[in-house]
């Protein structure tokens, strides 16, 4: 399966991959970050994986979201008859589950389904044994019951079977993990937990603020990114999944099952300009519990429950996917020094406060000490916002959001009525500014650079316009836009910055693909300078890139027409939805200035 061949469900605390095929080849339990029950999508069968498709069919016929939900549907056309498969994840209430219903639609219909339990990423076989009619499989501290309408045969390490599905019948199978250290938990009803599940999320999206054009892919993305938030706990990990490389055949594979404060506070301010302040004030406390102690030990990135030990290693026994190795877990740019963080997290409490999210004085003492340290740090250099495991750089971008930092604690003493040192942040605010407009800006190029006194481009300097660093008509902003569309755009999208021999900025061998939130960046940018149509073709041009059901990677490589990169992912789709909210905003203005 290509990466875009897969479709999402979960239960906002771990999320499986399905693809065409119908198979299950990704599965972490009980949370987004555990060791994985199916690991085929890094490895093969040997690693785990289940299947559930008509028999001699390799692709279904069609496939989407039921309205607008989590619960797949999956329909399978044979000349005998058609069957539809729905895979969803109940919200749960104890332990895990993850349900199969396979329902008749015409004439009969011969399904196979083949089953492979592979615990702790594919390396552990588990202990299968028989109980009336369910399995149980047992290894180390994981355990899963498999409640089947059908008898499962074992032999050679998996479990399998033939059956016949009429017109009319509903066959549902279910998979629920357990420790292995507790008993038996109860049976669920799989088809009450199916309307259940559909009106949860219905109910959700109700509160859906977008009023826009582009309402499917907006309120797709939105569903993304709940199912991608640890519930529990409000944290939102970057990706459910791990090592997806950003290079077929390379060794750019990163683990994004966490959460990274910055992308968190992206996803939080999408979030809010839907409506959603729950999830707001839910993330806030999240935080609050993660970052609490001193501001120097604060890191850029943490474990669902606000972990702070990510420790990376690699998993030998897993080919990787399509030979791209190593396999990672963990990752060790949790004890990175990233400057930009301060300036999101700042920025999207800001917001959330402008959006109706009642005052805390904790809230805002811990945004005192961080702005405090960042008073006297801001000036070192940083490894930046794409986490480069070379040298630390002055970079620009990670200036410019120092910048954001004070002016956003400023706006709060000033528009919020917050007390506080508001010359001290002002004055923060201007130092910040004066130095990178001097040194991170090539006045013969009319362009800001990467880094201070470095040639290279860098996409992130179209978030200068974006968060309010420099007006839109600025000449150095439209410089700037106008060099990264002549340096960094491939084939019509943006890469993040030059990646050669001779510009080791990263660390890291091999290339990669466009990075799609830089592309969706440029599409905001040209509409806040007044180049609208050319930022609707370009925004249309990326959302057509989705798959069948409207899921989006890291990156997408132009040349094979390949989404690459962990997926889904939270970063890409949180821009689609700032970007749609940015052109739906210039359309009601041109609107506005056409009618008078």
Not at 107 to 119: A, D, L, Q, Y
Request: aromatic share 10%; glycine share 10%.
């Amino acid at each position: 399966m290509r990466i875009e061949d897969y479709a999402l469900i979960g239960d906002t605390q771990s999320a499986a991959l399905i693809g065409r095929n119908g198979s299950i080849d990704w599965l972490c339990l009980p949370r987004f970050d555990s060791p994985s029950c199916f690991a085929r999508l890094l490895g093969d069968e040997s690693n785990g994986s289940w299947r559930l498709a008509a028999a001699g069919r390799d692709t279904a016929a069609r496939r989407a979201y039921l309205e607008d939900s989590l619960v797949l549907e999956t329909v399978w056309e044979t000349p005998t008859g058609t069957v539809r498969v729905v895979d969803f994840m109940p919200v749960r209430s104890g332990n895990p589950d993850l349900v199969r219903v396979v329902e008749g639609l015409s004439g009969t219909v011969e399904m196979t389904t083949e089953i492979r339990i592979r615990f702790d990423y594919g390396r552990i076989v588990p202990w299968v044994r028989r109980t009336g009619a369910h399995l149980h499989a047992v290894g180390g501290p994981d355990s899963v019951w498999i409640h089947s309408p059908i008898p499962l045969h074992g032999g050679d390490y998996r479990h399998e079977a033939t059956f016949t599905v009429a017109a009319g019948e509903r066959l549902p199978f279910v998979f629920t993990w357990h420790p292995s250290h507790q008993p038996q938990p109860p049976a669920i009803d799989p088809l009450a937990e199916l309307g259940l599940t559909v009106d949860a999320w219905r109910h959700w999206v109700s509160r859906c603020g977008y009023r826009g054009p582009w309402r499917d892919a907006v309120v797709r993305s939105l569903i993304t990114l709940k199912a991608l938030t640890y519930s529990p706990t409000g944290g939102i990990v970057a990706a459910p999944t791990t090592s997806l490389p950003e290079h077929l055949g390379g060794v750019r594979n990163w683990d994004y099952r966490y959460c990274w404060l910055r992308d968190a506070a992206m996803t939080l301010d999408a979030l809010l300009r839907a409506g959603y302040v729950e999830e707001a004030d839910a993330w806030r406390v999240w935080l609050l519990r993660a970052i609490a102690g001193r501001p120097e030990d604060h890191q850029i990135m943490y474990g669902v429950a606000g972990e702070r030990r990510l420790p990376e290693m690699t998993l030998d026994w897993l080919p990787g996917y399509e030979n791209s190795a190593p396999v990672r877990i963990g990752n060790g740019a949790a004890g990175q020094f990233q400057l930009d963080v301060y300036g999101q997290v700042v920025n999207a409490l800001y917001r959330a406060r402008k959006r109706g999210m009642p005052p805390d004085d904790y809230t805002w003492s811990l945004l005192v000490k961080g702005a405090e340290f960042l008073e006297h740090n801001w000036d070192q250099p940083d490894e930046g916002l794409w986490e480069v495991r070379g040298p630390r750089r002055h970079f620009v971008h990670s200036k410019v959001m120092a910048w954001v930092a004070a002016d956003r604690m400023v706006r709060i003493i000033e528009e919020l009525g917050r007390h506080g040192d508001v010359e001290r942040w002002r004055a923060l605010r201007d130092r910040i500014h004066a130095e990178v407009c001097d040194k991170g800006y090539d006045p013969e190029r009319n362009t800001f650079t990467q880094s201070y006194g470095s040639h290279e481009l860098d996409a992130a300097l179209l978030q200068i316009p974006i968060v309010g660093f420099l007006p839109p008509d600025d000449p150095r902003v439209t410089g700037t836009i106008t060099a990264v569309e002549r340096e960094l755009m491939t084939d019509g999208f943006v890469l993040r910055y030059p990646i050669a021999e001779d510009n080791p900025v990263d660390g890291l061998p091999g290339g990669e693909g466009a990075f799609l939130a830089c592309s969706f960046w440029l599409a905001e940018a040209r509409a806040l300078t007044g180049r609208h149509d050319d930022a609707v073709q370009l925004f249309e041009r990326l959302i057509h890139l989705a798959n069948d059901v409207g899921l989006l990677a890291e990156e997408y490589d132009p040349r094979t027409g390949r989404q690459l990169g962990n997926f889904p992912q939270a970063f890409t789709h949180v821009h689609l939805i700032h970007t749609a909210q940015a052109l739906s905003g210039t359309n009601r203005i041109m609107a506005a200035r056409a009618g008078s």
